[in-house]
């Protein structure tokens, strides 16, 4: 899933025991790290159980933790704790699509009827192009809140009933194209659709003649060098991970754990298990050409304004997230969450500065009389956090 994780949130803050901070050699400057390590424990102190984090800088690793995993236990946070790392999923995806555009199998302004002709019947396949659903333009909706349906009606129920739920990709994109259109096609800004990357799995499968979550292992992930990012199977992470707390705006209390989840509601589009040094090593891989080629990279920063599920909206290319900071710079990466678990990733444009961090709680927010989700402290701890890891 896709929300804005320095605006998101859900509910009252937990009460825990006090944090520790830990960092990793080779530091900054002292004050930085002083700072960096102040800044990831405020996110903790307002309220998410465990925080853990990786900056990079010319060079130097900063790896810091806060809190806890398992708020019954006290088991501590560690920086290479594996996460859901939720949409940042998709910049895998699409990495792999731009990979079949550079071969010649997929053309981006195509329309999906060339390629899927069945999925997408009649006009609509003729007007929804790959690009569309590559930058959330295509018009449709996002399938999440009818695989869940309870959500419409104020109740986590389905959160539950969905636990060991196995989907289908056809079945869940089926929700999404059966449902009321968001949009036109191309119209924008567009609207965040988990839907637009399953098809865009099912497209992988149709032409490389391989399940996608194998295509993209072999091309993308294997490609960055990265040893601790795989899709899931079965409802458990593989290896040391965190507890996941969902608050659901407020649905939840206390928050309840999502760690063992079956992942296929969002298969292929958000349900990436990875670590955050990982994530830095993937995104600096990307942004420095080595995974697609200078010509996709352009095209995967060709942005266009999108509505993400919050109602906040972002500057969105193909698979890739632009985040402008005045007086610090330009920077490219994804945020994704799943249920209990946030994360962020992202990289300046020169690739000199990185940082990636993960929480276990989210949907912190409480509603107001009229529904709308209030600040919480984590909001500001967060952002405040976010300046500090990129800017310094």
């Known amino acids: 899933?896709?929300?804005?994780?320095?605006?998101?949130?859900?509910?009252?803050?937990?009460?825990?025991?006090?944090g520790t901070v830990a960092a990793a050699p080779p530091h900054g400057t002292p004050d930085e790290t002083a700072a960096l390590r102040s800044a990831?424990?405020?996110?903790?102190?307002?309220?998410?159980?465990?925080v853990f984090a990786e900056v990079r800088d010319s060079g130097r690793t900063w790896r810091g933790v806060s809190g806890v995993a398992d708020t019954a236990t006290g088991r501590p946070v560690t920086p290479d704790m594996l996460q859901r790392v939720g949409s940042i999923t998709k910049t895998f995806t699409a990495a792999a699509v731009l990979q079949q555009v550079e071969r010649g199998r997929i053309r981006l302004d195509a329309p999906v009827a060339d390629y899927l002709p069945d999925l997408l019947p009649g006009e609509r396949g003729r007007k929804i192009t790959i690009r569309m659903l590559l930058n959330h333009t295509s018009g449709i909706p996002d399938h999440i809140r009818y695989a869940f349906p309870s959500l419409q009606t104020g109740s986590p129920k389905s959160l539950d009933d969905n636990r060991f739920r196995q989907f289908t990709r056809a079945e869940l994109i089926d929700l999404g194209v059966s449902a009321v259109p968001a949009g036109?096609?191309?119209?924008t800004p567009g609207v965040y659709s988990n839907t637009n990357y399953l098809i865009l799995c099912a497209l992988l499968e149709e032409v490389t003649g391989e399940r996608a979550e194998d295509y993209i292992t072999r091309n993308v992930i294997l490609r960055a060098g990265l040893k601790h990012t795989y899709f899931p199977t079965g409802t458990d992470i593989k290896g040391p991970h965190a507890r996941m707390y969902e608050s659901l705006w407020g649905l939840l209390d206390p928050p309840r754990d999502y760690s063992v989840y079956n992942m296929s509601?969002?298969?292929?589009?958000?349900?990436l298990v990875s670590t955050m040094n990982d994530l830095d090593r993937f995104f600096g891989a990307?942004?420095?050409?080595?995974?697609?080629?200078?010509?996709?990279?352009?095209?995967?920063?060709?942005?266009?304004?999108?509505?993400?599920l919050d109602g906040s909206t972002s500057a969105y290319g193909l698979g890739l997230e632009k985040v402008d900071i005045p007086g610090c710079g330009t920077f490219w990466g994804n945020t994704g969450t799943v249920w209990g678990a946030g994360t962020m990733s992202m990289t300046r444009s020169d690739g000199g500065r990185q940082m990636s961090i993960a929480l276990n709680r989210m949907r912190w927010n409480e509603p107001d009389g009229e529904g709308r989700p209030q600040p919480h402290p984590i909001d500001g701890a967060l952002t405040a956090w976010q300046r500090e890891a990129l800017c310094g």
């Open 265 to 271: 509601w969002v298969a292929g589009t958000a349900d």
């Open 40 to 50: 990831l424990e405020d996110v903790h102190e307002a309220g998410v159980p465990g």
């Open 1 to 18: 899933m896709k929300i804005r994780m320095a605006l998101c949130g859900g509910l009252a803050a937990l009460t825990l025991g006090t």
């Open 286 to 308: 990307l942004l420095d050409g080595r995974i697609v080629s200078r010509a996709s990279l352009e095209e995967m920063r060709r942005t266009t304004p999108v509505i993400a």
């Open 184 to 187: 036109e096609p191309g119209a």
